[in-house]
């Protein structure tokens, strides 16, 4: 019996292509982050090292405690675009080198001293706190995809405006298409959920962004148009490729979160189709 012209390879087949395109075009993005000239990076670097040792390493804002960022792992984010030209791109990302300090309340100060060496000679200057680079690389790296590009035209300040401007545009978006598919009710719970977990704080940390834009623009692709389960199946296994790859491990759950509750509402409403139908109820339960 002949087969259906549009017959569709096995999934199997179609999961290992779209995992292997999705690790190929982001490292191919990383490596080209690290190809980029580190004296600009390192002079905005700079300046960032500056504004998060005025703001310390865990500043609380509203004297509250669930508004207390996380300037420490900031730092080591920016520590990783600073030192990314040491080496050759490739050999660079693999190898991902940070610092190990005397003292983490200052590393922001010691970042400070990582920039002022002698970059022509690959010295640190004679009154230099003891900086020993090691390899970061068992945290994969990926959000220096965008950190490094960012880092060569503004400094801290300026990527949290950034952050800022695409995490509402892209919440914009799941609003608006929860309230068209899913209703009314629907949109106004999830802006509750975002508030009860302080999203409006994400943008501040490079580190809480990465899996909040992922997630959010999962939940765009999901509320868009009707999905058939194995798109919906692809789609998870690219967003958990995207999440492994360019999350530092704070909150890798976020992007299968949000989606599933983008699915379970989906699920319950009349716009939903049975194949989606299906994958909405799957997710929920994850």
């Given amino acids: ?13 179609r999961a290992l292509g779209a995992f292997a395109a999705t690790l190929a075009v982001l490292f ?9 000239p580190g004296g600009p990076v390192r002079d905005h670097v700079y300046t960032s090292a500056q504004t998060i040792a005025e703001e310390g390493l865990y500043p609380e804002y509203f004297g509250f405690k669930l508004f207390q960022m996380d300037n420490y792992t900031d730092t ?16 660079a990302m693999m190898t991902n080198t940070a610092y190990n300090v005397d003292n983490f309340e200052t590393l922001a100060d010691d970042l400070q001293w990582y920039i002022e060496r002698d970059w022509a000679a690959g010295a640190q200057r004679t009154d230099a706190p003891a900086l020993v680079p090691f390899s970061y690389a068992r945290y994969w790296h990926g959000y220096l995809i965008w950190l490094r590009p960012l880092l060569l035209v503004t400094d801290i300040t300026g990527v949290r405006v950034v952050q800022y401007l695409v995490l509402a545009a892209l919440f914009a978006a799941v609003e608006v298409l929860l309230r068209r598919r899913c209703g009314l009710r629907a949109a106004v719970w ?40 194995d798109d919906v199946c692809l789609a998870l296994l690219v967003l958990g490729v995207v999440t492994s790859f360019c999350d530092l491990l704070v909150t890798p759950v976020l992007p299968l979160g949000r989606q599933g509750v983008s699915a379970g509402c989906l699920s319950r409403s009349s716009v939903c189709g049975p194949a989606q139908g299906s994958a909405a109820s799957l997710w929920a339960a994850a």
């Fill in 1 to 13: 019996m002949a087969k259906p012209k549009n017959q569709k390879p096995p999934f199997a087949l």
């Fill in 190 to 229: 999830f802006a509750v959920s975002q508030l009860l977990v302080t999203a409006f704080w994400a943008p501040h940390q490079v580190q809480f962004f990465t899996c909040f834009a992922v997630a959010y623009a999962g939940c765009v692709w999901v509320l868009a148009k009707p999905r058939r389960s």
């Fill in 76 to 91: 080591i984010m920016l520590t990783e675009a600073a030192s990314a030209d040491e080496a050759p791109p490739l050999t």
């Fill in 28 to 36: 191919a993005l990383l490596l080209a982050a690290y190809a980029l």
